[in-house]
């Protein structure tokens, strides 16, 4: 008998839930995080009385009901509706792409002016087959929309000219012909009271949990203590690399206290021009509606990622997929280690799409686990 049914490696939002099923069931787990706390990229931290997102703004949003009551039980969530603002130059505008966006741009006021203003751009380009993502984001919104809200934004998450970067990244620009600024079109959304730590701390209520410990520095003594290893770490890393690295995207945060109440007045704030080197700043404490004297305030800057950053986007594109693919065929023979979450799928994933994915496991493992016994 080992003393757990359960290693968790990370206690992200996906080992988190995980755990809560499992203990539910009357399993035991222990969960390591090789970080000093929990909670993984969704993780919280009150800073004069604000909740501040350390690892990027994370708005909850869902169209699937089940998620929504799950996470529901964890936490009260206010009305928080994610509207940004973009910055070029001197001027700004409403996002998404909306009516409002329109206006400010031309002076439209009607959809149809405004989707004939777009027409005529996209009409004047003469892109049939578009052959790189410049191409292909003119082919779809025309160049007004692409020269000032796409091209420097996306020059600056990507690293490189939109005109060497695939078609394939941007798939739709969707362009909403209404006075619309809520950027989600899910019918559930808003910000946890007391923060996404609290939920993490409550979904891991009963659980044993061990910060601070990297599984790969102990990887056969942690092993020996459960029949069953869930892994929410890098696919890629488990197998040492052994078949190439995958490639990431990092980011880079540079947060602030400022001696001031409101500093820009809505929770996100992007930046689209090229010569601003950050790609947006937040402003935590809009997303709580805070009052507090002072305001805590994040410059999020996009950088490449090399092995030992922080891997925060997947980069899928066709030559990274085929490497995942050989991973994951290795990774299906395993009998004794499930590999879940973003790092662990190689897939970028909502907070809901995250919980979707922990629930099912728990459904077919841990039925699994109690018929078996
Ligand atoms: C900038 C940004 C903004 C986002 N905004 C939103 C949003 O607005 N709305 C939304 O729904 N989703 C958003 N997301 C997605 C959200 O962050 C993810 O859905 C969620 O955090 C994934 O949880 P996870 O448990 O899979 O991974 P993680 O949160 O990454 O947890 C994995 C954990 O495993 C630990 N770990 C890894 N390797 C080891 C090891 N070897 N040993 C021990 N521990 C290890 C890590 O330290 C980490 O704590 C955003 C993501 C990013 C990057």
Redesign the pocket.
């Known amino acids: 008998m080992k003393k757990y049914d359960y290693l968790i ?8 839930v995980f755990a809560h099923e499992a203990v539910k069931c009357g399993k035991t787990c222990l969960v ?4 000093d706390h929990i ?4 993780y919280t931290e009150e800073i004069e009385g604000i909740q501040v997102h350390k ?7 869902t169209s699937n009901k089940t998620v929504w009551d799950y996470v529901n039980q964890f936490a009260e969530f206010n009305h928080f509706v ?1 509207s940004p603002i973009a910055v070029y130059k001197d001027e700004l505008y409403n996002l998404p792409f909306n009516m409002n966006t329109f206006h400010q741009l031309w002076g439209v006021r009607t959809p149809a002016e405004a989707e004939a203003r777009i027409r005529e751009q996209i009409s004047r380009m003469h892109i049939t087959n578009p052959k790189n993502l410049e191409e292909q984001a003119l082919a779809l919104v025309g160049q007004d929309v692409y020269e000032k809200l796409i091209e420097g934004y996306t020059r600056k998450q990507w690293g490189r000219e939109c005109r060497e970067l695939p078609a394939f990244i941007i798939k739709r620009l969707p362009l909403r012909y209404t006075y619309d600024n809520n950027y989600f079109k899910d019918p559930y959304q808003g910000i946890p009271k007391g923060g996404y730590t609290e939920i993490i701390r409550k979904l891991l209520e009963g659980t044993q949990v061990v910060l601070k ?4 520095a102990n990887k056969e003594e942690l092993c020996a203590q459960a029949e069953k290893v869930v892994f ?3 696919l890629d ?1 488990f197998y040492d690399y052994c078949y190439g690295p995958l490639d990431y995207r990092s ?1 880079r945060f540079e947060t602030e206290v400022l001696d001031m109440a409101n500093y820009q007045g809505n929770a996100v704030v992007n930046y689209t021009d090229y010569e601003v080197p950050y790609t947006r700043i937040i402003e935590h404490k809009h997303f709580e509606f805070g009052t507090q004297p002072k305001t805590v305030i994040t410059r ?1 800057y996009s950088a490449e990622w090399t092995k030992g950053a922080e891997p ?2 997947p980069v899928n594109d066709p030559a990274n997929n085929e490497l995942y693919a050989k991973y994951e065929r290795r990774a299906l023979e395993e009998k004794n280690v499930i590999f ?5 799928m190689y897939r ?7 919980i979707e994915e922990a629930l099912n496991l728990a459904e077919t493992e841990l039925v699994y686990c109690n018929e078996n016994e």
């Open positions: 490696v990370g206690a992200g939002l996906f080992g988190s390591i995080d090789k970080r909670g993984g990229n969704i690892y990027g703004a994370h708005i909850f949003h994610n410990t990297d599984f790969f929410t770490g890098m890393e980011l999020e925060y986007y879940g979450g973003r790092l662990g970028y994933m909502d907070m809901d799409r995250v």
